[in-house]
């Protein structure tokens, strides 16, 4: 059980389009889902959280214009890279928790290996 | 700036020997410390999570400590396995609902 799938797994765009991540969670309903970016050789960083039907909040320094978070179902969150840019070139991963305690598990997608040209 | 620090960055540790690794977090506005293993081509997988100072938890061959009061805490597994061989992070939650993870450990078991 708990398992996150995250869609597509890798993806190569060009400069200036933009790029829709799906996580969806698959047996369970989650309440949060966390979006994080990781820089080669670098930790894991938390760019925002959503709760379901609500907008998410961002950490400091993340464009929230650039990089549209929507949780419009108890399953499914998407992260729109908007105008990317080759900096924008990383590792997306995404997590859901079926509640919104610090202790509850987060439950991790595979990642989206996204290439900007 | 909070930090999280994970030592060391990698291990190479022959079959059925035993390791450990460390995870140092900030020691003030503590909430929980979560530890996950991720395997390569794989989704990070929960471990534990732990919230109070000298909490120990177990599972199978891996257990870990805590110690909120100088911020660390170590994981260890017994009798390491091919299969453990992974990467292993431990997340930091703050009061703030900060999440900070830590850079991982990679472990590699040699046959």
């Known amino acids: 059980g708990a398992v996150v799938s995250q869609h597509p797994s890798w993806v190569i765009c060009k400069s200036g389009t933009s790029v829709k991540i799906e996580c969806r969670s698959l047996d369970f309903q989650a309440t949060t889902m966390f979006w994080y970016r990781q820089f080669p050789k670098q930790s894991l960083m938390l760019m925002a959280t959503s709760n379901e039907g609500s907008k998410a909040t961002y950490e400091q320094g993340v464009e929230k214009d650039k990089f549209l978070i929507n949780h419009a179902s108890l399953t499914l969150s998407t992260l729109t890279v908007t105008s990317a840019h080759p900096e924008d070139s990383s590792f997306y991963i995404c997590s859901a928790s079926s509640g919104t305690s610090v202790i509850d598990t987060q439950y991790f997608g595979p990642g989206t290996r996204l290439t900007v040209l | ?111």
């Open chain 2, 1 to 111: 700036i909070l930090n999280v620090e994970q030592s060391p960055q990698s291990l190479h540790v022959q079959e059925g020997d035993s390791t450990n690794f460390t995870c140092s977090f900030p020691s003030s506005n503590f909430y929980a410390l979560h530890w996950y293993r991720w395997e390569t081509a794989k989704s990070p997988e929960a471990l534990f999570v732990m919230t109070l100072n000298g909490d120990e938890k177990k599972k199978g061959r891996i257990s870990a400590t805590l110690n909120t009061k100088e911020g660390y805490s170590y994981l260890y597994i017994k009798g390491s396995q091919p299969e453990d061989s992974a990467t292993y992070l431990c997340a930091f939650r703050s009061s703030a609902s900060k999440i900070i993870f830590g850079s991982g450990t990679r472990l590699s078991i040699r046959p």
